[in-house]
């Protein structure tokens, strides 16, 4: 799939992660987790499996359920998703990773996280699934309506987005945490520092770090970095380079699944030797799949481009780009197509994985469609072709017929 650098099947990829998102819903990229439940029941109580995984079956926000107007008015989004119940493994702090010991709370305004320091001398880290926008609002507008109005835009977000797009990058060649959807329990270890968190359903994953000594940290890199150390880097040594081609790649993907929010701080750059390139380690999936719908929604969107809405046609490239332009333009460089590597075997390479991790997708949106949707099938997205208009962010970095998606029927 992954050809010289672009998206050349990009609408096949695209209606891949559409449909199963909308047929498999919460789990079209899980195949780890039990079924979803029917029913939207209250939060069962925690039920031991005979190989000793302690579950619980929860939603993973029912206060998302909203009547017609409201959705009229506010957007469906992904309400049903959010509503509905499921089954998750409870995270054990005693096994997991030889032992889990709480260190620090994390986060930014919206995002409630957790820091682990693993026995295993990594770093792992906890962060909700459930969002807070309300915390980040100024003291004079909290006794407003505004605090409920965009805590209510919390269910645009879809709650399994990170699990699609872990895939797909996977299956580019991009290096990537594994996120594991799970339940903070209430024990004592945490009473402190996870006040507010125990109970809530969140994404578990290795934070990439490098680990102290000789031994190489998340996977295999023997030096992290944050973007502004590698801005600087670049900015006083001429040998700094990045990888661009796996850089556009990640990118590529972000335009691919429609999550606009890709500003500097949500990336890290590994190096696996000194004389290699800095390769891309890209986090915080939040906004992937973002569906802001809802009459307001299509309002503001007029003046604010950013606030897309995922579904089978591509959205704005100018929103989908605009919060990364200045990591776009500082990453990528001067990259030419020969840097990028068209036609070489990794490309090839990265097509064939595209592929086969898209059948595996697809495969568990089918295995769970029935009891998702109640058996029902949505007809597949028409075949379209569209180029890009207007300049995009990374259009330098790749001669402008190349930048053409050609969609097959």
């Not at 990773?97 to 820091?115: E, F, I, K």
């Not at 407003?144 to 645009?156: I, K, Y």
């Not at 949106?365 to 597949?380: C, I, L, N, T």
């Amino acid at each position: 799939m992954l050809r010289g650098g672009c998206l050349l099947d990009a609408n096949r990829a695209h209606r891949l992660a559409s449909g199963a998102m909308t047929r498999a819903g919460l789990w079209c990229a899980s195949l780890m987790f039990p079924g979803l439940a029917r029913s939207a029941a209250p939060p069962a109580a925690a039920a031991q499996r005979p190989d000793s995984v302690v579950t619980a079956t929860v939603p993973a926000g029912a206060r998302y359920r909203a009547g017609a107007v409201h959705r009229l008015l506010f957007g469906s989004h992904y309400r049903y998703l959010w509503t509905t119940p499921i089954t998750v493994p409870i995270l054990n702090l005693d096994t997991t990773a030889g032992g889990l010991t709480p260190l620090r709370r994390g986060g930014s305004t919206q995002t409630r996280a957790l820091h682990f320091q693993g026995a295993d001398g990594r770093r792992y880290v906890f962060r909700s699934v459930d969002k807070d926008p309300p915390a980040g609002i100024p003291p004079e507008l909290s006794s407003t309506l505004v605090p409920r109005v965009l805590q209510d835009q919390v269910s645009a977000v879809h709650p399994a987005g990170a699990l699609v797009t872990t895939e797909l990058l996977r299956a580019a060649g991009v290096s990537v945490a594994t996120p594991r959807l799970v339940l903070l329990p209430h024990v004592p270890a945490i009473a402190e520092l996870g006040k507010g968190l125990a109970g809530q359903l969140g994404y578990f994953e290795e934070r990439p770090d490098e680990v102290p000594g000789s031994e190489a940290g998340f996977d295999h890199y023997t030096r992290v970095i944050a973007s502004d150390r590698l801005f600087t880097r670049l900015a006083q040594d001429p040998e700094e380079r990045v990888d661009a081609r796996a850089f556009l790649s990640a990118r590529l993907i972000d335009l691919l699944v429609g999550d606009w929010d890709r500003h500097a701080d949500q990336w890290r750059w590994g190096r696996r030797d000194r004389s290699g390139p800095w390769e891309p380690i890209p986090r915080d999936r939040d906004q992937a799949l973002v569906k802001f719908d809802g009459f307001l929604l299509w309002l503001v969107r007029l003046s604010h481009p950013r606030f897309v809405r995922f579904g089978p046609r591509l959205s704005s490239i100018e929103g989908l780009g605009w919060t990364a332009h200045y990591l776009d333009g500082r990453a990528s460089g001067r990259a030419s197509v020969d840097r990028l590597g068209l036609g070489s075997p990794r490309a090839a390479s990265a097509d064939h994985r595209l592929g086969h991790r898209g059948r595996r997708v697809h495969d568990a949106a089918g295995a769970s469609g029935a009891e998702w949707a109640g058996g029902q099938r949505h007809a597949s997205v028409p075949a379209r072709r569209v180029a890009i208009r207007g300049p995009s962010p990374l259009s330098h970095a790749l001669p402008a017929s190349q930048c053409t998606r050609e969609r097959s029927a």
